[in-house]
């Protein structure tokens, strides 16, 4: 990798993506950074960098997913120290946005919680947002700062193309028709995307209403951003199956897996489980015994976005390189 980074960039992994900047760096060839961090009795923790950082170009590799309280606050308390610590850029690569649901009011006097913690990221003092398949991409209005929200579809199309299968890409709403169309494009797919109808009836509870599309005798990837409890994605499973597809695979780009991931290894109707490891939960099934399940690492791309944040590049550049399989 070509790349000019001087020594006036620090690279920090929280220890929620240890494994995942260990990876970046060895692509990079940098080292990284742990954070100090001491956890009280009463559950108060501080944080703070072991190194000089004073006029540093700083990048902090991190996720918000479970526990999600207590990773965001280890994350603005560590931006806090490094912004008294008189960091001249602090890059906060958060790899998966927590309370990004919560991005509309949808019942009278509900908060707006994803533009809270934009609010308090900013506050803290972040001076740029690298995100990864943000759950609404109007998130990035929530800020004041530059957003890079990168689109996973790159990952999962490197992926699905070394399978030399046609697959028909089905979004599992209205709403990520959008991110299946992408996905399709870059597989140069000639089928049409197909969409799961449903209405939501409650957190974490659908009812599927019938599939907008043709999938009768194909291979059919649902894609996602998230999957959480995977209630919503095993409906929309059956519906296809009962619509005549064939082999079906399940990709989202952030793994939460809360009520754990047995539910699709003993489900005869799913045939695969792709998902990155944007989260603590996905990483922590790395070297699992599930034969159904494969994560996708995300060091290279994001090795890439950082190499070319440093570099004063465009990142289109490496999303052309990901379009023309041109990744070395």
Do not use: W
Not at 41 to 46: H, W
């Amino acid at each position: 990798m070509s790349t000019n980074l001087t020594n006036d960039v620090v690279i920090f992994g929280l220890d929620n993506s240890k494994e995942l900047s260990e990876q970046i760096g060895k692509v990079l060839k940098r080292e990284i950074v742990p954070a100090n961090k001491i956890v009280f009795a009463d559950g108060e923790r501080i944080l703070s960098s072991s190194i000089t950082v004073r006029n540093k170009n700083v990048f902090i590799i991190c996720n918000t997913s479970k526990p999600v309280n207590d990773n965001l606050m280890d994350l603005l308390i560590f931006v806090d120290s490094l912004k008294r610590a008189s960091a001249k850029y602090i890059n906060v690569v958060i790899t998966y946005y927590g309370y990004a649901r919560q991005d509309r009011k949808v019942n009278g006097r509900e908060p707006i919680s994803s533009k809270l913690i934009a609010d308090l990221l900013t506050i803290a003092g972040v001076t740029k947002i690298i995100a990864i398949d943000l759950h609404n991409p109007s998130i990035q209005g929530f800020f004041n700062i530059p957003v890079d929200d990168l689109r996973g579809q790159f990952i999962f199309s490197q992926e699905l193309k070394s399978r030399k299968e046609k697959f028909v890409i089905v979004s599992p709403d209205h709403g990520g028709a959008v991110r299946a169309r992408q996905l399709a494009e870059l597989l140069q797919n000639e089928e049409e995307i197909a969409i799961i109808d449903k209405r939501r009836t409650g957190p974490n509870k659908c009812e599927i209403m019938g599939v907008l599309g043709e999938v009768e005798n194909k291979n059919v990837v649902i894609f996602d951003d998230i999957i959480d409890t995977g209630g919503t994605i095993i409906n929309a499973v059956k519906a296809l199956k009962e619509k005549g597809a064939k082999k079906v695979i399940v990709a989202a780009t952030h793994g939460l897996f809360s009520r754990g991931f047995d539910m699709f290894e003993n489900n005869d109707l799913v045939d695969e489980v792709i998902v990155s490891n944007s989260t603590s939960q996905s990483q922590s099934l790395i070297g699992s015994n599930y034969k159904k399940l494969k994560v996708l690492s995300l060091a290279k791309f994001l090795a890439l976005v950082i190499e070319a944040n440093i570099n004063k590049t465009s990142i289109t550049e490496v999303y052309n390189a990901y379009s023309k399989r041109n990744i070395k």
